[in-house]
């Protein structure tokens, strides 16, 4: 089911770092720190693909980035924590158990372990829909902008908070979402490093080259999907 998608396990983030693999052609991503494995967003993937996982995460409700099977499958596999918007945790809540199940508003902060996640603003057509920061336990900040097109709050993030590395909604399967928008979202979140996804390959890539014709200070990283990367 899905894009084959290679396995986060045998990596060894070293102190500071993160893996990370963009696992579908919207906004799935999984991340491993030193000392945990969260999955953003698992939709059109073998849950299987991932064996062992601390924490997912759930921007919204639809179906390219909410698939109870998978949630279902990884949960009974692992007893991780799933943290949800407020929609899809109505919806998970008979398949997560109460002490597992997180509900994210927006402006929730989350604390698993050592991994903290804040539930962000996202402009975007679903009812309770978030963005997420990630703080691993070395202080790297993590970005996902789920689908999210450019809003006024995300300059918040930016001035508070500004990410290291920020997983940014280029195109078409988001509706209005392109290259311009996210780079759009760059300019307010000022993340160090910017990965563009949920849009194909060309897309991607015009996004890779507005950012360094217009921020250049922030650096883009142009991924495929189902490999895992390293960063920083």
Partial sequence: KGVKC??????????GEIAFIWFNPYAGVAIKT????????????????????????????????????????????????????????????SIVAFDKLHEAPVGSTHKIGNI????????????????????????LKIYHSADSLPHPDMKQIGDKNPPD???????????????????????????????PYHAPKTELKAFIELLAKEVPSVKGMLVDIGKPYKYP
Avoid at 8 to 15: A, Q
Avoid at 118 to 131: D, F, L, Y
Avoid at 177 to 186: K, N, Q, W
Wanted: proline residues 8%; aromatic residues 4%.
């Fill in 6 to 15: 290679m396995s986060l396990d045998n990596i060894s983030p070293k102190k």
């Fill in 34 to 93: 030193p000392s945990k494995t969260l999955i953003v967003d698992p939709a059109e993937i073998d849950p299987k693909t991932f064996k062992s996982v601390d924490i997912v995460l759930i921007t919204h409700e639809h179906s390219d980035h909410l698939d109870a099977y998978v949630i279902k499958d990884i949960y009974k596999r692992t007893n991780c924590h799933v943290i949800a918007d407020s929609t899809s945790h109505g919806m998970l809540k």
């Fill in 116 to 139: 903290t996640i804040r539930a962000e603003v996202c402009k975007h057509p679903a009812p309770s829909i978030v963005t997420y920061l990630i703080t691993t336990e070395d202080g």
């Fill in 165 to 195: 590395i920020a997983f940014i909604t280029v195109g078409t399967p988001a509706p209005g979402a392109s290259p311009r928008t996210g780079l759009e979202v760059v300019k307010m979140v000022k993340p160090k490093t910017a990965v």
